[in-house]
């Protein structure tokens, strides 16, 4: 196989980290999810917690208080002077590029489609899904309360998104910022794994 990066963005419930495990594994290349944030956490000295709470589920309402101040991460020379959700994407911006360069691998979520734009090794995926079957599946596979898996949903969607037009001014979930949009709903799990699957197998 050449070498391929799957960047995978994703509902919150729609199945994408499974996907993205089954395609590692299938494939017999790392997944970097919850691994990335642990090195991030590593390298930054922050908790893991931290990292995933101040990243890509930072608030709306922190990530507008710092738009608003004209602040950039790209141009302030030392991380410990950033604003947190800022210093967590510099150090996960150079992760994430270190990855690509090394060898084939799977990347889930942290903006990776956007930092890897102009990678030519790179398949940019995003997973969608009905919203019943997102509920059912955050219920059963996060132990979320049924009366609040809704909103949980909701909440997620909104972090996501809200993460992912501060760190890139694109609109995520917009078709037009990956290579392959699928519904798992629509699909199947084990058919949205063999389409990736297949891309890179033979590219």
């Given at each position: ?6 960047t ?22 790392p ?32 990530l ?25 994407n ?15 691998c ?47 949903v ?50």
């Amino acid at each position: 196989m050449k070498k391929c990066i799957i960047t995978i963005g994703r509902q919150c419930g729609s199945g994408g980290h499974s996907i993205g495990k089954s395609v590692a594994d299938k494939l017999g290349i790392p997944l970097y999810d919850r691994k990335l944030v642990e090195i991030v956490a590593e390298r930054s000295g922050l908790s893991a917690e931290t990292v995933q709470r101040e990243g890509e589920y930072a608030s709306t309402s922190l990530l507008n208080s710092i738009a608003s101040r004209g602040y950039s991460a790209y141009n302030a020379y030392q991380r410990e002077n950033m604003f947190l959700p800022d210093q967590i994407n510099a150090y996960q911006t150079e992760l994430i590029k270190e990855l690509a360069e090394k060898d084939s691998c799977v990347i889930v979520g942290r903006c990776a489609d956007y930092i890897l734009q102009d990678n030519n090794d790179c398949l940019h995926v995003f997973i969608s899904a009905a919203m019943p079957e997102r509920i059912k599946r955050v219920i059963a596979e996060h132990g979320i309360a049924p009366e609040a898996a809704e909103s949980h949903v909701k909440n997620r969607g909104k972090k996501r998104a809200a993460y992912y037009k501060y760190l890139t001014d694109r609109v995520w979930g917009a078709a037009t910022n990956y290579d392959l949009c699928l519904n798992s709903s629509k699909l199947g799990m084990v058919c949205c794994v063999d389409i990736i699957c297949n891309y890179c197998l033979n590219r």
